[in-house]
C-alpha cells in the first residue's frame, strides 16, 4: 500500500460510480429519447466529499470498492484531482448513476441509481483489511453512501466499531436500514436530510426525529434543502442558511457540505464556524455544472453570506 502523510481525512466509499449528466429537450416516456449533451463526473457520496476535502486544501485519502474499467476511469480521474485511492480491484463494472437536465420541472434532476459491483465476504475482508491499514495515521474518519449488492446486514458496524478502538471520530452519511444499524455503534457526527431523519424516527415527526438521532450521535447535521443546515452538538445549536440567486443543481450539496464539516473538525474550528464552512460548501457545490462538486474560490466567496443563527437545542 502506498505511504501517506499521517493526519489525512480518511473517506470512505463503498459503492462509487460514474455520475451521467444528460440533458434532453423532453422527457417522454415509452419513447425513444435523445441527449443533447451530456457529461462524466467521478462520483459516489464518499468520493465526493474526498474531493472536496482535496480541493479545500487538506490531506485525504479514498478508500472504496473499484470495479472494472469504470473503476480504473475513476481512480485516474481522484488522482488526477489530489485523492490517493485504495481499496479491492474486482472485475465487474462500478456502476453509473444518470441525472436528467431538462427544461421541464417534473423531470428536471430526476435521477436513476445504478446498483454497483456485486461483492462476496472475501472483497468485504479485503475492504476492511484496507481499513485497518489507513486508519491509525488518519486525523478523522468521513463514511458515505449505499453498499453494493452481498454486503452485510450491519455493513458499517465493524468499521465504526475499529475506528472507535483506535480512538478515531467518524463522520457517517448514509440512509435506511444502515443507518438504523449504524447508531447502535454510537458514530461521532450524522448527516442526514429531513426525510432521511424522518424515515427512522420512532413517530415520523421532525423534532422527535433530531432528539432520536441526538441520542446516538455528539454532532447532528441535519438539512433541508433551501431551508438550510440545521448542526447540533452536545451543548448548542446552530442554523446555518446561505441565499444563492442561480442554482444549477442541488445534485450533491450534502456530501461537499459533510467535506466542509469535516475539514472543519480536523481544524478545530467552534460549532459555529463549521456550520458556517459546511453552509458554503453545500451551496459552493449548487452554483456549477460539475456535479458534486466545488471550487475553494466559490467557497471563499460565500462564506460571508452565510447567516449563522444560535437555536434552541433538542433534548
Not at 294 to 310: A, G, Q, S, W
Request: a negative charge.
Amino acid at each position: 500500500m502506498a505511504s501517506l502523510n499521517t493526519g489525512y481525512l480518511l473517506c470512505f466509499c463503498p459503492n462509487p460510480s460514474v455520475d451521467t449528466y444528460l440533458w434532453v429537450e423532453k422527457l417522454e416516456k415509452g419513447a425513444v429519447n435523445r441527449a443533447q449533451r451530456e457529461s462524466r463526473y467521478p462520483g459516489g457520496k464518499g468520493l465526493h466529499v474526498a474531493l472536496a476535502i482535496a480541493e479545500l486544501g487538506e490531506p485525504v485519502a479514498l478508500l472504496g470498492v473499484w470495479g472494472g474499467a469504470t473503476g480504473q476511469w475513476l481512480q485516474a480521474e481522484c488522482t488526477r484531482l489530489g485523492v490517493a485511492c485504495f481499496g479491492p480491484q474486482l472485475a465487474d463494472w462500478n456502476r453509473t448513476c444518470l441525472t436528467i437536465v431538462g427544461p421541464e420541472a417534473e423531470t428536471r434532476d430526476t435521477e436513476i441509481l445504478g446498483m454497483g459491483p456485486r461483492i462476496s465476504q472475501p472483497d468485504y475482508q479485503r475492504l476492511l483489511a484496507d481499513f485497518r491499514e489507513l486508519l491509525p495515521q488518519s486525523a478523522g474518519i468521513v463514511m458515505s453512501g449505499s453498499w453494493p449488492p452481498g454486503a452485510p446486514p450491519d455493513p458499517y458496524g465493524p468499521f465504526l466499531e475499529l475506528a472507535r478502538q483506535h480512538g478515531k471520530k467518524a463522520f457517517l452519511d448514509c440512509s435506511g436500514d444502515a443507518l438504523v444499524k449504524a447508531l447502535a455503534h454510537h458514530p461521532f457526527a450524522v448527516h442526514v436530510n429531513k426525510s432521511e431523519a424522518e424515515a427512522i424516527s420512532p413517530d415520523g415527526g421532525q423534532g422527535s426525529a433530531t432528539a432520536h438521532l441526538m441520542e446516538h450521535t455528539e454532532l447532528l447535521a441535519l438539512t433541508a434543502g433551501k431551508d438550510g443546515l440545521f448542526l447540533y452538538g452536545t451543548e448548542e445549536a446552530v442554523h446555518a442558511g446561505c441565499q444563492l440567486e442561480q442554482v444549477f443543481s442541488a445534485v450533491g450539496s450534502g456530501d461537499c457540505l459533510v467535506a466542509g464539516l469535516a475539514v472543519a473538525y480536523r481544524r478545530g474550528l467552534g460549532l459555529a464556524d463549521s456550520a458556517r464552512l459546511g453552509a458554503a460548501c453545500g451551496a459552493a457545490n449548487c452554483i456549477r455544472e460539475d456535479l458534486g462538486m466545488l471550487y475553494r474560490m466559490d467557497v471563499e466567496r460565500l462564506l460571508p453570506k452565510v447567516k449563522i443563527e444560535f437555536i434552541e437545542k433538542v433534548g
